[in-house]
């Protein structure tokens, strides 16, 4: 495996369900990020992981808890979700977290819906 | 507060230029940066600027004027596989990546 996977690629789940969302990158970055991503609005940043630890949580709600056991691996877990919670949630790495020249690397996405 | 804009969708011809423009107002700068997203999959780097000017790769070029708040990407000889959305990000003082929503890209042969 190359780059950054994720997996399911694709999840329907109810609103009383707990389920996870795995991913995990083979770059040997020390950063890694949580994205949600709705129709036609831009990259919502949900969550910032540097060297495993929780650098950034952008106000999002508690029914989404994410875990960075180490550095090549993150998940995020859901639990008694809303339908608007509906979206594509991609995972991405960088070298660092920080810096003035950080390409991200993009895992394919889960595409979740709530019903 | 902080804001990216650019075209909701563009359509253009097999062949032929396209110019996708981006501007933004963010709290400082640090870079902008272009990904390409085909439908379903991952979106991809393009491209970075920092300085002023012209950057070009390939078919590809990205340009920025930071005075204006503006950057455009330019494609060329366009392919059908280059239908995708393009995204405009931009670093800002805090090193925090603000994103557009995004120009999905439709080529017609």
């Known amino acids: 495996e190359t780059g950054v996977t994720q997996t399911p690629r694709h999840l329907v789940m109810g609103m009383t369900n707990k389920k996870s969302l795995k991913c995990e990158q083979h770059?040997?970055?020390?950063?890694m990020y949580w994205y949600k991503q709705s129709a036609k609005k831009p990259l919502e940043l949900m969550f910032v992981?540097?060297?495993?630890?929780?650098?950034e949580n952008n106000s999002v709600p508690s029914r989404f808890s994410p875990e960075c056991p180490n550095s090549s691996h993150l998940f995020l877990h859901l639990h008694t979700l809303q339908p608007e919670d509906s979206a594509l949630y991609l995972c991405?790495?960088?070298?660092?977290?920080?810096?003035?020249?950080?390409?991200?690397?993009f895992g394919p996405g889960t595409r979740l819906t709530v019903l | 507060g902080q804001n990216i804009d650019q075209p909701t969708e563009m359509t253009a011809t097999e062949g032929a230029i396209v110019q996708i423009n981006c501007t933004y107002q963010?709290?400082?700068?640090?870079?902008l940066f272009w990904y390409q997203q085909h439908a379903g999959e991952a979106p991809t780097f393009l491209s970075y600027?920092?300085l002023d000017g012209l950057e070009e790769k390939g078919r590809f070029s990205s340009f920025l004027s930071r005075s204006k708040g503006y950057s455009y990407l330019l494609l060329k000889e366009l392919q059908m596989k280059d239908s995708a959305s393009y995204l405009c990000?931009?670093?800002?003082?805090?090193?925090?990546?603000?994103w557009g929503a995004g120009t999905k890209l439709i080529i017609k042969p």
């Open positions: 963010t709290s400082g700068f640090n870079g």
């Open positions: 600027n920092v």
């Open positions: 770059l040997g970055h020390n950063a």
């Open positions: 992981y540097s060297l495993e630890e929780r650098v």
């Open positions: 991405a790495s960088s070298q660092d977290s920080g810096g003035s020249y950080n390409e991200q690397f």
């Open positions: 990000a931009v670093l800002d003082s805090n090193y925090q990546l603000i």
